[in-house]
Protein backbone atom coordinates (compact mmCIF):
# COMPACT_ATOMS: atom_id res chain seq x y z
CA UNK A 1 0.00 0.00 0.00
CA UNK A 2 1.89 3.30 -1.20
CA UNK A 3 0.54 6.17 0.33
CA UNK A 4 1.44 10.11 0.13
CA UNK A 5 3.46 11.28 3.53
CA UNK A 6 2.84 14.68 4.70
CA UNK A 7 4.72 17.24 3.56
CA UNK A 8 4.52 18.99 6.87
CA UNK A 9 5.08 17.46 10.16
CA UNK A 10 2.72 19.67 12.49
CA UNK A 11 3.19 16.70 15.06
CA UNK A 12 6.68 16.23 16.25
CA UNK A 13 6.19 17.32 19.49
CA UNK A 14 2.70 18.03 20.91
CA UNK A 15 3.99 21.49 21.68
CA UNK A 16 4.30 21.95 18.05
CA UNK A 17 1.14 20.81 16.96
CA UNK A 18 -0.85 22.55 19.79
CA UNK A 19 0.58 25.97 18.60
CA UNK A 20 -0.07 25.25 14.71
CA UNK A 21 -3.64 24.33 15.88
CA UNK A 22 -4.09 27.32 18.09
CA UNK A 23 -2.65 29.47 15.48
CA UNK A 24 -5.59 27.96 12.68
CA UNK A 25 -8.12 28.66 15.57
CA UNK A 26 -7.79 31.74 16.31
CA UNK A 27 -7.51 33.00 12.37
CA UNK A 28 -10.88 31.13 11.61
CA UNK A 29 -11.97 33.57 14.98
CA UNK A 30 -11.03 36.53 13.28
CA UNK A 31 -12.88 35.74 9.99
CA UNK A 32 -16.29 34.07 10.94
CA UNK A 33 -18.68 33.58 8.19
CA UNK A 34 -22.64 32.24 8.22
CA UNK A 35 -23.99 29.60 6.96
CA UNK A 36 -23.71 28.45 3.71
CA UNK A 37 -21.31 31.38 2.82
CA UNK A 38 -18.31 29.63 4.41
CA UNK A 39 -16.47 30.19 1.05
CA UNK A 40 -12.82 31.36 2.54
CA UNK A 41 -13.53 29.27 5.92
CA UNK A 42 -13.45 26.11 2.90
CA UNK A 43 -10.67 27.57 1.34
CA UNK A 44 -8.31 27.80 4.15
CA UNK A 45 -9.43 24.50 5.17
CA UNK A 46 -8.25 22.31 1.74
CA UNK A 47 -5.17 24.23 1.82
CA UNK A 48 -4.20 23.63 5.51
CA UNK A 49 -5.38 19.51 4.73
CA UNK A 50 -3.44 19.61 1.09
CA UNK A 51 -0.05 21.04 2.88
CA UNK A 52 -0.72 18.57 5.24
CA UNK A 53 -0.70 15.46 2.35
CA UNK A 54 -4.27 15.08 3.15
CA UNK A 55 -6.95 13.55 0.82
CA UNK A 56 -9.86 16.05 0.50
CA UNK A 57 -13.06 14.21 -1.50
CA UNK A 58 -14.22 15.76 -4.69
CA UNK A 59 -18.04 16.65 -3.97
CA UNK A 60 -19.36 19.04 -6.60
CA UNK A 61 -22.66 18.92 -4.74
CA UNK A 62 -20.97 20.29 -1.83
CA UNK A 63 -21.05 24.23 -2.33
CA UNK A 64 -19.42 25.57 1.18
CA UNK A 65 -17.60 22.38 3.84
CA UNK A 66 -14.88 20.15 2.66
CA UNK A 67 -14.29 16.22 3.54
CA UNK A 68 -10.79 14.65 4.22
CA UNK A 69 -10.16 11.22 3.80
CA UNK A 70 -7.55 9.61 5.51
CA UNK A 71 -6.50 5.52 4.94
CA UNK A 72 -5.83 2.93 2.40
CA UNK A 73 -9.57 3.46 1.15
CA UNK A 74 -10.08 -0.41 1.67
CA UNK A 75 -11.82 -1.61 5.13
CA UNK A 76 -14.44 -0.20 7.43
CA UNK A 77 -14.92 3.75 6.93
CA UNK A 78 -15.72 5.25 10.05
CA UNK A 79 -16.34 9.40 10.07
CA UNK A 80 -15.57 12.23 12.16
CA UNK A 81 -17.90 15.29 12.09
CA UNK A 82 -16.94 19.37 12.66
CA UNK A 83 -19.19 21.92 11.59
CA UNK A 84 -18.01 25.15 10.82
CA UNK A 85 -20.41 28.23 10.70
CA UNK A 86 -20.29 30.96 12.54
CA UNK A 87 -23.53 32.77 14.24
CA UNK A 88 -25.06 36.55 13.65
CA UNK A 89 -23.53 37.99 17.01
CA UNK A 90 -21.67 41.15 17.47
CA UNK A 91 -18.71 39.62 19.40
CA UNK A 92 -17.87 40.87 23.21
CA UNK A 93 -15.47 38.47 24.34
CA UNK A 94 -12.53 40.93 24.64
CA UNK A 95 -9.79 38.32 23.07
CA UNK A 96 -7.40 39.97 21.15
CA UNK A 97 -8.55 37.80 18.22
CA UNK A 98 -11.74 38.90 17.84
CA UNK A 99 -14.06 38.58 14.98
CA UNK A 100 -12.92 41.72 12.57
CA UNK A 101 -16.01 40.76 10.62
CA UNK A 102 -19.10 43.81 12.17
CA UNK A 103 -22.41 41.18 13.54
CA UNK A 104 -20.56 37.90 12.90
CA UNK A 105 -18.89 35.78 15.73
CA UNK A 106 -17.93 31.98 16.57
CA UNK A 107 -20.05 31.85 19.53
CA UNK A 108 -21.38 28.42 19.41
CA UNK A 109 -17.27 27.19 18.81
CA UNK A 110 -17.51 25.67 15.83
CA UNK A 111 -14.10 27.33 14.99
CA UNK A 112 -13.00 25.18 17.91
CA UNK A 113 -14.37 21.91 16.57
CA UNK A 114 -13.10 22.60 13.38
CA UNK A 115 -9.64 22.92 15.06
CA UNK A 116 -10.21 19.61 16.80
CA UNK A 117 -11.00 17.88 13.14
CA UNK A 118 -8.04 19.32 11.80
CA UNK A 119 -5.83 18.16 14.61
CA UNK A 120 -7.47 14.65 14.67
CA UNK A 121 -6.92 14.65 10.75
CA UNK A 122 -3.35 15.55 11.21
CA UNK A 123 -3.05 12.98 13.69
CA UNK A 124 -4.47 9.97 11.73
CA UNK A 125 -1.97 11.11 8.53
CA UNK A 126 0.96 10.44 10.94
CA UNK A 127 -0.45 6.79 11.55
CA UNK A 128 -2.31 6.43 8.09
CA UNK A 129 -0.04 3.30 7.18
CA UNK A 130 -1.21 1.67 10.20
CA UNK A 131 -4.95 2.23 9.72
CA UNK A 132 -7.30 -0.98 8.92
CA UNK A 133 -9.52 1.12 7.23
CA UNK A 134 -10.51 4.78 6.36
CA UNK A 135 -11.20 7.83 8.30
CA UNK A 136 -13.45 10.62 6.47
CA UNK A 137 -13.22 13.93 8.20
CA UNK A 138 -16.31 15.98 7.83
CA UNK A 139 -16.34 19.63 7.99
CA UNK A 140 -19.70 20.42 7.68
CA UNK A 141 -21.45 23.53 6.82
CA UNK A 142 -24.51 26.13 7.66
CA UNK A 143 -25.55 23.20 11.21
CA UNK A 144 -27.11 26.72 12.76
CA UNK A 145 -29.72 26.79 9.87
CA UNK A 146 -30.22 22.98 11.16
CA UNK A 147 -29.63 21.59 7.01
CA UNK A 148 -26.02 21.45 6.84
CA UNK A 149 -25.89 17.84 7.69
CA UNK A 150 -28.66 16.82 4.98
CA UNK A 151 -26.41 18.68 2.25
CA UNK A 152 -23.50 16.91 3.58
CA UNK A 153 -25.46 13.42 3.02
CA UNK A 154 -27.01 14.63 -0.30
CA UNK A 155 -23.03 15.28 -1.72
CA UNK A 156 -22.14 11.26 -1.52
CA UNK A 157 -19.23 12.06 1.26
CA UNK A 158 -20.29 9.80 3.53
CA UNK A 159 -21.38 6.58 1.34
CA UNK A 160 -20.73 3.31 2.90
CA UNK A 161 -19.74 4.77 6.16
CA UNK A 162 -20.12 2.15 8.98
CA UNK A 163 -20.09 4.95 12.00
CA UNK A 164 -20.33 8.26 12.70
CA UNK A 165 -19.38 10.52 15.64
CA UNK A 166 -19.95 14.06 16.75
CA UNK A 167 -18.05 16.34 18.54
CA UNK A 168 -19.33 19.74 20.60
CA UNK A 169 -17.84 21.99 23.36
CA UNK A 170 -19.77 22.82 26.51
CA UNK A 171 -18.87 25.44 28.50
CA UNK A 172 -20.46 23.63 31.12
CA UNK A 173 -17.94 21.23 31.97
CA UNK A 174 -14.29 21.48 32.92
CA UNK A 175 -11.96 21.05 30.41
CA UNK A 176 -10.57 17.49 30.84
CA UNK A 177 -14.11 16.84 31.52
CA UNK A 178 -16.55 14.70 28.15
CA UNK A 179 -20.16 13.93 28.57
CA UNK A 180 -22.62 11.85 26.55
CA UNK A 181 -25.35 9.44 26.86
CA UNK A 182 -27.23 6.71 25.54
CA UNK A 183 -30.57 7.66 23.70
CA UNK A 184 -31.72 10.98 22.58
CA UNK A 185 -28.94 14.03 23.60
CA UNK A 186 -30.83 16.69 21.90
CA UNK A 187 -33.75 17.58 20.91
CA UNK A 188 -35.85 18.05 17.89
CA UNK A 189 -36.66 21.40 16.48
CA UNK A 190 -38.77 23.38 14.27
CA UNK A 191 -39.93 27.31 14.21
CA UNK A 192 -43.44 28.56 13.39
CA UNK A 193 -44.95 31.57 12.43
CA UNK A 194 -48.81 32.08 13.25
CA UNK A 195 -50.16 35.15 11.19
CA UNK A 196 -53.94 36.39 12.64
CA UNK A 197 -55.74 38.75 10.25
CA UNK A 198 -58.71 40.28 11.13
CA UNK A 199 -60.59 44.16 11.01
CA UNK A 200 -58.63 46.99 11.96
CA UNK A 201 -60.65 49.59 14.02
CA UNK A 202 -59.92 52.72 16.16
CA UNK A 203 -59.41 51.36 19.88
CA UNK A 204 -62.11 53.67 20.88
CA UNK A 205 -64.71 51.34 19.34
CA UNK A 206 -63.29 47.77 19.00
CA UNK A 207 -66.77 46.24 17.83
CA UNK A 208 -66.62 47.62 14.87
CA UNK A 209 -63.07 45.46 14.17
CA UNK A 210 -61.97 42.20 15.25
CA UNK A 211 -59.80 42.17 17.76
CA UNK A 212 -55.89 40.04 17.00
CA UNK A 213 -54.18 41.66 19.57
CA UNK A 214 -56.95 39.60 21.76
CA UNK A 215 -56.76 36.80 19.52
CA UNK A 216 -53.03 36.21 19.61
CA UNK A 217 -53.11 36.92 23.64
CA UNK A 218 -55.38 34.06 23.70
CA UNK A 219 -53.39 31.51 21.17
CA UNK A 220 -50.18 32.07 22.98
CA UNK A 221 -51.81 30.79 26.62
CA UNK A 222 -53.76 28.00 24.63
CA UNK A 223 -50.39 26.85 22.98
CA UNK A 224 -49.20 26.04 26.70
CA UNK A 225 -51.70 22.75 26.87
CA UNK A 226 -49.65 21.19 24.34
CA UNK A 227 -46.78 20.15 26.88
CA UNK A 228 -49.92 20.14 29.42
CA UNK A 229 -52.63 18.82 28.13
CA UNK A 230 -52.11 17.12 24.33
CA UNK A 231 -48.82 15.43 25.17
CA UNK A 232 -48.13 13.00 28.08
CA UNK A 233 -46.13 14.12 30.80
CA UNK A 234 -43.29 11.66 30.43
CA UNK A 235 -42.61 13.53 27.17
CA UNK A 236 -40.60 16.00 27.49
CA UNK A 237 -41.48 19.09 24.93
CA UNK A 238 -41.11 22.86 24.85
CA UNK A 239 -43.30 24.76 23.14
CA UNK A 240 -41.67 28.58 23.23
CA UNK A 241 -43.35 32.11 21.74
CA UNK A 242 -40.18 34.19 20.79
CA UNK A 243 -41.63 37.28 18.88
CA UNK A 244 -44.80 39.11 19.22
CA UNK A 245 -45.56 41.76 16.13
CA UNK A 246 -48.34 43.78 16.01
CA UNK A 247 -49.63 47.52 15.57
CA UNK A 248 -47.63 50.47 15.08
CA UNK A 249 -49.75 53.11 17.49
CA UNK A 250 -51.53 53.28 20.87
CA UNK A 251 -55.07 53.93 19.89
CA UNK A 252 -55.68 51.35 16.85
CA UNK A 253 -56.23 47.53 16.89
CA UNK A 254 -54.30 45.85 13.97
CA UNK A 255 -55.36 44.28 11.03
CA UNK A 256 -52.82 41.71 11.38
CA UNK A 257 -50.18 40.23 14.14
CA UNK A 258 -47.71 38.05 14.16
CA UNK A 259 -46.18 35.32 16.10
CA UNK A 260 -43.02 33.54 15.92
CA UNK A 261 -41.73 30.57 18.26
CA UNK A 262 -40.06 26.95 18.35
CA UNK A 263 -40.85 23.50 19.45
CA UNK A 264 -38.77 21.38 21.01
CA UNK A 265 -39.56 17.34 22.03
CA UNK A 266 -36.99 14.23 22.47
CA UNK A 267 -39.61 12.32 20.69
CA UNK A 268 -40.20 11.55 17.24
CA UNK A 269 -43.94 11.03 17.10
CA UNK A 270 -44.75 14.01 19.21
CA UNK A 271 -43.24 16.28 17.20
CA UNK A 272 -44.39 14.77 13.99
CA UNK A 273 -48.25 15.61 15.44
CA UNK A 274 -47.65 19.02 17.10
CA UNK A 275 -48.58 20.94 13.73
CA UNK A 276 -51.95 19.51 13.47
CA UNK A 277 -52.56 20.28 17.44
CA UNK A 278 -51.83 23.87 16.40
CA UNK A 279 -53.91 23.79 13.77
CA UNK A 280 -56.77 22.77 16.02
CA UNK A 281 -56.15 25.32 18.14
CA UNK A 282 -55.74 28.31 16.00
CA UNK A 283 -59.10 26.92 13.70
CA UNK A 284 -61.20 27.10 17.35
CA UNK A 285 -59.63 30.72 18.78
CA UNK A 286 -59.72 31.76 14.88
CA UNK A 287 -63.71 31.43 14.65
CA UNK A 288 -64.45 32.46 18.15
CA UNK A 289 -62.35 35.45 17.57
CA UNK A 290 -64.03 36.47 13.96
CA UNK A 291 -60.10 35.79 12.74
CA UNK A 292 -58.31 34.09 10.79
CA UNK A 293 -54.92 32.47 12.24
CA UNK A 294 -52.49 30.82 9.68
CA UNK A 295 -49.58 28.48 10.77
CA UNK A 296 -46.43 28.63 8.47
CA UNK A 297 -44.37 25.45 9.81
CA UNK A 298 -40.54 25.52 9.20
CA UNK A 299 -39.27 21.58 9.97
CA UNK A 300 -35.89 21.23 11.64
CA UNK A 301 -33.63 18.34 12.53
CA UNK A 302 -35.04 15.47 14.38
CA UNK A 303 -33.83 14.62 17.81
CA UNK A 304 -30.31 13.43 18.01
CA UNK A 305 -30.77 9.82 19.10
CA UNK A 306 -27.08 8.09 20.29
CA UNK A 307 -26.69 4.27 19.29
CA UNK A 308 -26.26 2.79 22.75
CA UNK A 309 -23.30 0.31 21.80
CA UNK A 310 -21.48 4.09 20.53
CA UNK A 311 -22.10 6.43 22.87
CA UNK A 312 -20.63 3.49 25.59
CA UNK A 313 -17.87 3.32 23.32
CA UNK A 314 -16.95 6.88 22.93
CA UNK A 315 -16.93 7.24 26.41
CA UNK A 316 -14.73 4.11 27.36
CA UNK A 317 -12.66 5.46 24.48
CA UNK A 318 -12.38 9.10 26.31
CA UNK A 319 -11.36 7.55 29.33
CA UNK A 320 -7.97 5.87 27.65
CA UNK A 321 -7.49 8.78 26.43
CA UNK A 322 -7.18 11.04 30.40
CA UNK A 323 -11.08 12.10 30.25
CA UNK A 324 -13.09 12.12 33.26
CA UNK A 325 -16.48 10.85 31.41
CA UNK A 326 -20.23 12.39 32.90
CA UNK A 327 -23.45 10.55 31.28
CA UNK A 328 -25.81 13.61 30.74
CA UNK A 329 -29.23 14.29 30.35
CA UNK A 330 -30.79 15.36 27.55
CA UNK A 331 -30.66 18.28 25.99
CA UNK A 332 -33.61 20.94 24.33
CA UNK A 333 -31.16 22.11 22.36
CA UNK A 334 -31.28 21.23 18.81
CA UNK A 335 -28.55 19.65 16.50
CA UNK A 336 -28.37 18.94 12.92
CA UNK A 337 -26.03 15.76 13.60
CA UNK A 338 -29.62 13.88 14.00
CA UNK A 339 -30.02 13.59 10.09
CA UNK A 340 -26.46 11.33 10.33
CA UNK A 341 -28.07 9.47 12.88
CA UNK A 342 -30.78 8.67 10.79
CA UNK A 343 -28.93 6.27 7.91
CA UNK A 344 -25.33 5.79 9.99
CA UNK A 345 -25.09 4.57 13.83
CA UNK A 346 -23.17 6.60 15.71
CA UNK A 347 -22.66 9.08 18.86
CA UNK A 348 -22.78 12.77 19.76
CA UNK A 349 -20.13 14.09 22.39
CA UNK A 350 -19.46 16.88 24.52
CA UNK A 351 -16.24 18.40 25.64
CA UNK A 352 -15.77 20.45 28.29
CA UNK A 353 -14.41 24.21 27.08
CA UNK A 354 -14.98 25.94 30.65
CA UNK A 355 -16.43 29.42 29.70
CA UNK A 356 -17.90 31.59 31.80
CA UNK A 357 -20.44 32.34 29.13
CA UNK A 358 -23.22 30.20 27.73
CA UNK A 359 -22.93 29.12 23.09
CA UNK A 360 -24.50 32.08 21.42
CA UNK A 361 -23.55 34.56 24.43
CA UNK A 362 -21.28 37.81 22.70
CA UNK A 363 -18.87 36.94 25.53
CA UNK A 364 -18.62 33.54 24.89
CA UNK A 365 -14.84 32.29 24.85
CA UNK A 366 -14.25 28.43 25.19
CA UNK A 367 -10.55 27.62 26.60
CA UNK A 368 -8.55 26.93 24.13
CA UNK A 369 -6.07 24.49 26.21
CA UNK A 370 -8.96 21.90 25.74
CA UNK A 371 -7.94 21.97 21.63
CA UNK A 372 -5.30 19.50 21.62
CA UNK A 373 -6.47 17.21 23.87
CA UNK A 374 -9.80 16.90 21.89
CA UNK A 375 -8.24 16.52 18.50
CA UNK A 376 -6.28 13.29 20.56
CA UNK A 377 -9.52 12.13 21.66
CA UNK A 378 -11.01 12.24 18.34
CA UNK A 379 -8.16 10.64 16.50
CA UNK A 380 -7.91 7.99 18.98
CA UNK A 381 -12.04 7.56 18.70
CA UNK A 382 -11.69 6.82 15.07
CA UNK A 383 -8.59 4.34 15.32
CA UNK A 384 -10.76 2.35 17.87
CA UNK A 385 -13.67 2.17 16.12
CA UNK A 386 -11.83 0.85 12.90
CA UNK A 387 -10.33 -1.65 14.80
CA UNK A 388 -13.40 -2.68 16.84
CA UNK A 389 -15.28 -2.53 12.65
CA UNK A 390 -12.48 -5.07 11.61
CA UNK A 391 -13.47 -7.55 14.04
CA UNK A 392 -17.13 -8.13 12.94
Known sequence: MSLEKPQLDFTATKEQLEERLLEIRRNLHREPELSNEEYETTRKLKGWLKEAGIKVLDLPALKTGVIAEIGSGEGPIVALRADIDALPI???????????VPGKMHA?????????????????KEREEELAGTVRIVFQPAEET????????????????????????????????????AGPITAGVDRFE?????????????????????????????????????VSALDSIVVSVTRITGGNTWNVLPATVELEGTVRTLNVDVQKRVPEQIRQILAGIGAAAGVTAELRWYPGPLATINDAFWSEFAAEAARETGYKTKVLGPSMGGEDFSFYLQD????????????????????????????????EYYSHLAVRAINELSQE
Open 90 to 100: DEQSGVPFSST
Open 108 to 124: CGHDFHTTVALGAAYLL
Open 146 to 181: GHGAKDVLASGGLDNVAVIFGLHNDPDLEVGELGTC
Open 194 to 230: IVINGVGAHAASPEKGTDTIVAASQIVLALQTISSRL
Open 344 to 375: IPGAFVYVGSSSSYALHHPEFAPNESAILPAA
